[in-house]
């Protein structure tokens, strides 16, 4: 590996603006999502404001290639479009009230917002989601993800299959992109601060995957014991 030193005073800078939404963000984008974080939810009467929101939304399309770069297998197998709608903890992974209540309607709400689905067919998809976690046809699937450091046993009805996605396995997956793509990456003044901040650990921990994910989790609000 080619990496320039980088003081440990540099990896550190404002660290503390960093969120466990930024790392999940960065996750899916080199998977090839486009995403939008905090997808806000407006009440649609007074008192006006915020009903609820989503922590992150992303959409992938099916012919996703680029270079030689090799996406998680959980999105590889897919050949239509693919909709995510996250929910994002430091701790076990979980779906909070606003995605397990029918009765709040708040699935039809973002659904409509996105756009991509005919407005006869919302109440199908949203009750598939509410149900089942997911749901596909011919021409898509959208499915509800949870990210968070550890996954939760409350998911595992092989019935209601919800993706859940552990932090740990984010830093090793971007570890592995960084590492093994570094003269393409290091380009990378462009990047928010979050992928910078990454990038840093990965300069400081080139050769080791473990000290890289530990650092990853505490820096993005994880710290482990």
């Given amino acids: ?21 930024n790392l999940a963000q960065w996750y899916l984008r080199l998977n090839g999502f486009m995403t939008i974080n905090d997808f806000v939810l407006h009440r649609e009467h007074k008192p006006w404001g915020q009903r609820t929101d989503a922590d992150i939304f992303g959409v ?3 012919f996703r290639k ?26 076990q ?7 397990t209540k029918p009765e709040k309607e708040n699935m039809q709400y ?10 006869e067919k919302l109440n199908e998809i949203a009750g598939s989601l509410y149900e089942r976690h997911c749901f596909e046809d011919s021409d898509c ?9 550890q996954a939760s046993p409350d998911y595992s ?12 396995g984010v830093c090793q997956f971007i570890f592995k992109r960084f590492t093994r793509f570094l003269q393409i990456k290091k380009d990378h003044q462009h990047w928010d601060f979050a992928g910078q901040a990454l990038w840093d650990l990965a300069e400081r921990h080139w050769n080791s995957e473990e000290l890289f994910v530990r650092e990853a989790l505490s820096v ?3 710290a482990t014991a």
């Fill in 141 to 149: 699937l959208i499915e509800l993800v949870a990210f968070g450091k």
């Fill in 66 to 91: 680029e270079l030689d770069f090799e996406d998680d297998a959980a999105f590889l197998s897919h050949r239509k479009p693919h909709f995510l709608i996250g929910e994002i903890t430091r701790g």
């Fill in 60 to 62: 992938r399309f099916p």
């Fill in 1 to 21: 590996m080619n990496f320039r030193p980088v003081s440990e005073s540099r990896c550190n800078r404002h660290h503390s603006s960093l969120e466990a939404e």
């Fill in 93 to 99: 992974c979980k779906l909070n009230g606003p995605w």
């Fill in 157 to 168: 009805d092989p019935t209601k299959p919800l993706m859940q996605v552990e932090f740990g």
């Fill in 220 to 222: 993005f609000g994880m």
């Fill in 110 to 119: 973002v659904l409509l917002a996105i756009g991509a689905f005919e407005p």
